[in-house]
């Protein structure tokens, strides 16, 4: 009756019993919500830093919000909305200081050792790094959640070079959780929690994204968008970032769309008025776009209860353009600005000088668990490894400071 098994109920250290208060999946979601990696997430750069606005998310208000979209579109579906909620909230666990930034400066030094991606740490700290429970031997299990919530937070279940691109979801060296979390997988298919959370997370992304920039003043969605250089560069931009398969027809032709419906902000002045309407956009938006998923879902599968590998989410190619054309949107006037080009830069040389800084005087320059991990390292690749995961870790703020406290 439920559509979980015995199987996605299976943790990977075993554990004593617990009192039937709580089911595994809400477990899970609860061990999530009390991770110091969730936490960190608050002083972590989303799309802008951390304290730059008042306004702007940060990337744990992004995760809260993405599991708000997920849990309710897999409750509409027939998930288990512990399970969706849990993977929604972990989803960025993984990502560095720095945003995608930190993470290409990350992945270019590890090249060697076989890269950094922050979904494949968002699984090692789910099932190493993250203080909660132990195997019999005495190894860290990380969080050791359940097959079904760790399966759900896998967004590219494969290693690095087997995909359809740059990003991957596992390194070598945790092969053996992901042999276990796989189990009962076909090949790299995704499970239908994985991809529910993989869809609120463009949604979620781009709609607030979008909002962010409109209420900090970089975006106007008013005549500015009507400029034919413009969409030239939204559509160049989004096909680049987000839709390689997309032509410059279809992409204009989503913009146009989306412009057209009703509750689209034209102008924006700051006043309550324009706070409602801007807030009513972003609420009618992820409305739509969930709806058309759960529709196009339903009609493909029945309306039954879809769980695991019983069904794929189906996404209308229009939604999916739709998503893009928003993200390029906050690609075009956020990411790219000319003026945020030097903070990158600035960013990137302190990342690396964080690396060499650490390399040179490890393990002490490490914090306590990193120490004992560096201990540990059978060579060089692990010990860098190592330095990867503590430099990971580390919160824009505390990359500062650290990186103060090393070179002062």
């Known amino acids: 009756m439920s559509g979980y098994d015995d199987a996605d109920r299976e943790r990977w250290a075993p554990e004593p019993p617990k009192r039937a208060v709580r089911t595994a999946f809400e477990r899970d979601r609860a061990r999530v919500v009390h991770s110091a990696s969730l936490r960190r997430l608050a002083a972590k750069t989303q799309v802008v830093a951390p304290g730059s606005d008042d306004f702007v998310r940060n990337r744990l208000t992004h995760s809260l919000e993405v599991a708000q979209v997920g849990r309710e579109l897999g409750k509409a579906l027939g998930c288990d909305p512990d399970i969706v909620d849990a993977a929604c909230l972990a989803h960025d666990l993984g990502h560095p200081p720095f945003g995608h930034n930190g993470e290409q400066v990350l992945d270019e030094i590890a090249g060697g050792i076989g890269g950094f991606e922050g979904n494949a740490q968002t699984l090692r700290l789910l099932s190493r790094l993250e203080a909660k429970a132990a195997h019999p031997d005495g190894r860290s299990a990380g969080l050791n959640l359940t097959r079904a919530s760790l399966d759900a937070a896998t967004k590219y279940p494969w290693r690095r070079g087997e995909g359809d691109g740059r990003k991957f979801g596992v390194y070598d060296d945790d092969a053996e959780v992901f042999g276990w979390l796989r189990q009962g997988a076909a090949g790299d298919r995704r499970c239908l929690e994985a991809q529910i959370m993989d869809f609120s997370d463009d949604v979620a992304y781009s709609v607030h994204d979008v909002e962010d920039a409109i209420v900090a003043g970089w975006l106007r969605l008013d005549k500015r968008l009507d400029d034919p250089e413009e969409h030239e560069r939204l559509a160049s931009l989004t096909r680049d970032w987000y839709l390689s398969d997309g032509s410059p027809d279809e992409i204009g032709a989503a913009l146009d769309r989306l412009r057209a419906l009703p509750y689209w902000v034209d102008e924006y002045d700051g006043r ?67 003026d945020r080009k030097p903070i990158y830069q600035r960013q990137r040389e302190l990342i690396e000088e964080l690396v060499a800084l650490l390399r040179l005087r490890a393990p002490d320059a490490l914090e306590p668990a990193f120490q004992e991990s560096w201990d540990g390292a059978a060579d060089d690749a692990a010990r860098l490894r190592v330095i990867v995961d503590q430099v990971a870790s580390l919160t824009d703020d505390s990359a500062h400071a650290l990186h103060a406290a090393l070179t002062s």
């Open 272 to 338: 309550l008025r324009s706070q409602a309407a801007l807030k009513d956009m972003t609420s009618q938006l992820i409305g739509r776009f969930c709806d058309d998923a759960e529709r196009a879902t339903h009609a493909a599968y029945g309306g039954g209860r879809l769980t695991r590998y019983a069904a794929d989410l189906e996404v209308p190619r229009t939604t999916r353009v739709e998503v893009a054309v928003l993200k390029g949107l906050a690609a075009v006037y956020v990411m790219t600005a000319s």
